[in-house]
């Protein structure tokens, strides 16, 4: 079973990773 740290470290990469990537679809248009 995930500890509640490793989920939220998980969150916090996946968000960090498609803000990136929102940032980079929106520099484009």
Sequence with gaps: ???LGA???FLA???HVA???YL???IKL
Excluded: L, N, Q
């Design 19 to 21: 803000y990136k990537i």
């Design 13 to 15: 990469i996946m968000s």
């Design 24 to 26: 980079k679809r929106f």
């Design 7 to 9: 989920y939220a470290a």
């Design 1 to 3: 079973m995930v500890t």
